[in-house]
């Protein structure tokens, strides 16, 4: 009976030891730096014994990573009681337990009016800008990196910078020599990953622990950016033609931070402490998570310290559209980047048994189906799993050898033609929603299919509903260019307003993001899907993801340009030269409704580079100013030193408005008051003598606007001017009234600095 009760006693223990393993889970701990004991010579020796002080559990292996530049703190695996005694200490400032965030060409150069090889601007002697071009370093958190690309051959590139403190890290499937004078760093950070995996980083996973891209994402977004000339590059004969990033002579560095099963908050800021000790000019984040307030939000905490030190962070907006309020990477000192369309097209046509013929878009390079029409089916089924094509979903009774209609939603576009090419479908019509209205978007199918408008797609279901024996043939047209209206802002691209800061209009750009073709990974076919044995060296994909690094590459551009502005000088100057027509002179349309687009999806418009690179004037903005933006929140100091890591915060400087931030577009929020008054400061970076003269607009039935000066004289290069905007909400305006918008314009005969206006009105006193 003893032995037994031993046993039993034993058992016990070892179960709650399992458990107490199972409980732990990674937290990011944010300390009081400027306490740290001087018996510690490290950070992380004081780290360390924070947490052997905790528990005799904790073992070296819980401190997963000590931060240093990007945050004052370290990430750790507890269990929550270990994570409440944390709380606990004077020396915490706070814990919080890791998040995961989602990821969200050839075409592009001439797009954007750039020189097809160079990089430069059309019209523009830039020989200097290109060879200081050389010393930009772009990093790029994201799946990694495929070093074989052509997109990465460093072929006549000169010796690495002397400042670059990267290194090309080693790993079961990447060497130290795949990094080479183009591609001159590459690390990987897993610990979160692993631990949310259920086991701890040193565990060996499926995953191998590298910072090779074996999901293709990476390296899109890198080649995008800064990818070298490739000629003849396309996907599958698609979109053929010479592929380069925006700023193809920079440098890249490739941060691993996103895996299988996402990014980990607690992945993302040990990449952005490491670049930022690295050396990098820029950073770009193509991923994001919800709103939540600036000092709980990783990116935006980390992307603080970047700017101050001078590094320009440029972020995805997201993939939520058209819903309002769903944009991502709010913080003011982050460029937050919105998609829109190219003027290139891969049309693919259906041509039904009642003589009608529609287009679509299509990237399948298989064998088409010939001219014979086939039998064309809408299963709607039960529910709705059926008509989406969700896995499963299909009775091969039904759509065995006939095309088969799919509504777009919810699952991937191109799981529904594998879907449907499992169950025995010869071809699929992927139709638009509500949801997604008139946008198009091209895959790589893996049997004949296309996708077409909601309009369309109502059409032929209703076909399928009235004719007794109805019919299709698909048919695929290739590339065309020049297509119009381009640029459209694109369906998915996430909206505001700006939840977390209201007053601060985003997204602030909008770039190319549909369709576009950048270097890819040979571990993945371009589907994306597990079944897809196809292997290409370039893809086209679409997604905020993709228009955030058209981004980081120009501002490595601006950045080559004019080495002593500040990322808030690159960004005004990127905002307030964007345009807002398309090709056909008229204003930006909105692929959601196919009606004209507002500042809410379009920011301050479509980046344009050859007038960003002389703006004229910046809208500047430093670190004090953005705390004093902060403090304007209401933030408690022990929230605004999460962000900017100061020992004491002193809000003895704070704006009555966080609209009062020096910001290039305005975003006025009526409330319990009628009236809004705004001072900015406009920086000379033009010539010197420059004089500019005032034009705003306004609803004029709701808002009356009053601007003081009317005219800014700048006598030299570098001078400051102020001037002072009035909004007065005019009686009958209320809260029923949705969202009206109007311009602030500084012109002369050389440049036009534009800036947006978006009103909003809630409950106001009568």
């Given at each position: ?259 299988s099963t996402g990014c980990f908050a607690s992945d993302i ?187 369309v797609g109502d059409e032929i279901r209703e076909y399928v ?302």
């Amino acid at each position: 009976m003893a032995s037994m009760a031993l046993s039993s006693f034993v058992l016990f223990l070892l179960l709650l030891a399992l458990s107490s393993v199972l409980a732990k889970k990674t937290y990011i701990v944010h300390m009081k730096h400027h306490d740290k004991p001087t018996v510690y010579p490290t950070a992380h020796d004081w780290y360390s014994a924070n947490l052997q002080s905790l528990s005799s559990s904790s073992t070296p292996d819980s401190l997963l990573y000590a931060y240093t530049s990007a945050y004052n703190g370290f990430a750790a695996s507890l269990d929550p009681t270990e994570a409440d005694a944390l709380r606990r200490s004077d020396s915490v400032l706070d814990v919080y337990e890791d998040t995961v965030y989602t990821l969200h060409t050839t075409r592009t150069p001439e797009f954007l009016g750039l020189e097809t090889q160079s990089g430069s601007w059309q019209g523009h002697n830039t020989l200097g800008i290109e060879q200081a071009s050389h010393d930009v370093i772009i990093g790029i958190l994201d799946t990694g990196v495929w070093p074989e690309s052509k997109s990465f051959d460093d072929t006549g590139m000169p010796e690495i910078p002397t400042r670059w403190r990267g290194e090309c890290e080693s790993g079961p499937d990447f060497n130290k020599s795949s990094c080479n004078k183009k591609l001159i760093g590459a690390r990987s950070f897993s610990r979160g990953f692993h631990m949310a995996s259920g086991g701890s980083y040193m565990r060996k996973e499926k995953e191998a622990v590298s910072p090779r891209d074996r999901d293709g994402h990476g390296t899109h977004t890198a080649s995008t950016a800064a990818g070298s000339p490739v000629a003849n590059a396309n996907l599958l004969g698609y979109a053929r033609g010479t592929a380069r990033g925006m700023a193809p002579q920079a440098r890249v560095a490739a941060y691993k931070v996103c895996w299988s099963t996402g990014c980990f908050a607690s992945d993302i800021l040990a990449g952005m402490d490491r670049a930022i000790q690295d050396g990098v000019d820029v950073l770009s984040l193509s991923l994001g998570g919800g709103s939540a307030p600036y000092f709980r939000d990783t990116i935006a905490i980390g992307a603080f310290a970047a700017m101050e030190r001078g590094i320009f962070v440029s972020c995805s907006a997201g993939n939520s559209g058209p819903g309002k309020a769903s944009v991502a990477n709010v913080a003011p000192w982050i460029m937050t980047v919105g998609a829109g369309t190219l003027d290139r097209d891969f049309p693919a046509y259906v041509s039904l048994g009642n003589k009608k013929r529609f287009i679509g878009v299509s990237l399948y390079s298989g064998k088409g189906m010939g001219d014979r029409p086939v039998g064309l089916v809408y299963d709607k089924g039960s529910n709705s799993s059926t008509s989406m094509c969700m896995p499963g979903s299909l009775d091969p009774s039904v759509v065995r050898g006939k095309v088969v209609i799919c509504d777009r939603g919810i699952n991937a576009r191109v799981e529904k033609g594998a879907v449907v090419r499992d169950a025995g479908g010869v071809g699929m019509i992927l139709a638009n929603t509500a949801a997604s209205g008139e946008e198009l978007v091209a895959d790589s199918h893996l049997l004949p299919a296309l996708e077409v408008g909601r309009k369309v797609g109502d059409e032929i279901r209703e076909y399928v509903r009235t004719d007794p024996n109805p019919t299709a043939i698909l048919s695929f047209g290739g590339t065309v260019l020049n297509v119009t209206p381009s640029p459209v802002v694109a369906a998915f691209s996430s909206r505001g307003p700006n939840l977390v800061t209201p007053q601060i209009l985003k997204p602030d750009v909008i770039g190319p993001g549909v369709n576009i073709l950048a270097g890819w990974s040979e571990a993945i076919g371009p589907s994306g899907l597990a079944q897809d044995t196809r292997k290409t060296q370039f893809n086209i994909m679409s997604g905020t993801s993709m228009s955030c690094p058209h981004i980081s590459g120009l501002a490595g551009l601006l950045k080559a340009a004019h080495p002593d502005w500040s990322p808030s000088a690159i960004k005004s100057a990127l905002m307030t030269t964007a345009y807002t027509h398309d090709n056909t002179n008229s204003t930006l349309r909105d692929a959601a409704s196919g009606g004209f687009s507002t500042p809410m999806a379009h920011g301050a418009g479509h980046v344009d580079p050859q007038k960003a690179l002389s703006p004229g004037l910046v809208y500047d903005a430093s670190a004090s100013d953005y705390i004093a933006f902060l403090c304007s929140l209401r933030y408690r100091p022990e929230q605004i030193q999460l962000i900017a890591k100061r020992p004491n915060v002193n809000c003895s400087r704070r704006f009555a408005d966080p609209g009062q931030l020096n910001y290039p577009t305005f975003s006025v929020v009526f409330g319990s008051k009628r009236v809004a008054r705004y001072t900015r400061t406009l920086t000379n970076v033009g010539e010197a003598g420059s004089v500019y003269d005032v034009a705003a607009t306004v609803p004029s039935s709701l808002v009356a606007i009053t601007v003081k000066p009317t005219k800014l004289v700048f006598n030299n290069v570098g001078e400051s001017r102020r001037y002072t905007v009035t909004f007065v909400s005019k009686k009958g305006a209320d809260s029923s009234i949705r969202s009206e918008f109007g311009s602030i314009v500084w012109s002369n005969d050389n440049h036009q600095v534009a800036s947006p206006v978006a009103f909003a009105w809630t409950e106001l006193d009568s």
